[in-house]
């Protein structure tokens, strides 16, 4: 069992900025972030594989956002700048010890966070 706990969420104003933390329990084969904006589906912004540096994915998000891993504290972070009003949503981690490691789905992610809230106005 993996424990997964984030945090960092809130609200800023449209060009603000936030970091996003998650820490793991123990060490995992991938870890990622995956955000639901309201009236949306989970979409997959970032993952990380062991031993490699962490990606975003550009169909979700653009350079604004910047994950990084710890692999020594077992976390994943998401550095997100200029953010904008539709980065509204409900930011995950997730985990998983089996490949690939692809946020193009939710599907293989066994252990999930509670989740964050990250509010941006206009």
């Known amino acids: 069992q993996v424990q997964l706990v984030e945090s960092g969420g809130g609200s800023v104003e449209a060009g603000g900025s936030l970091r996003l933390s998650c820490a793991a329990s123990?060490?995992?084969?991938?870890m990622a972030w995956f955000r639901q904006v309201p009236g949306g589906q989970r979409e997959g912004v970032a993952s990380?594989?062991?031993?490699?540096?962490?990606?975003y994915d550009p169909k979700t998000v653009d350079g604004r956002f910047t994950p990084s891993v710890d692999q020594g504290r077992n976390s994943l972070y998401l550095q997100m700048n200029r953010l904008k009003p539709d980065d509204t949503g409900v930011y995950y981690c997730?985990?998983?010890?089996?490949?690939?490691?692809?946020?193009?789905?939710?599907?293989?992610?066994?252990?999930w966070g509670q989740g964050t809230q990250v509010t941006v106005s206009s």
């Open positions: 997730a985990a998983k010890d089996a490949h690939p490691c692809s946020v193009s789905s939710v599907q293989g992610y066994t252990w």
């Open positions: 990380a594989l062991t031993g490699m540096l962490a990606r």
């Open positions: 123990r060490r995992t084969l991938c």
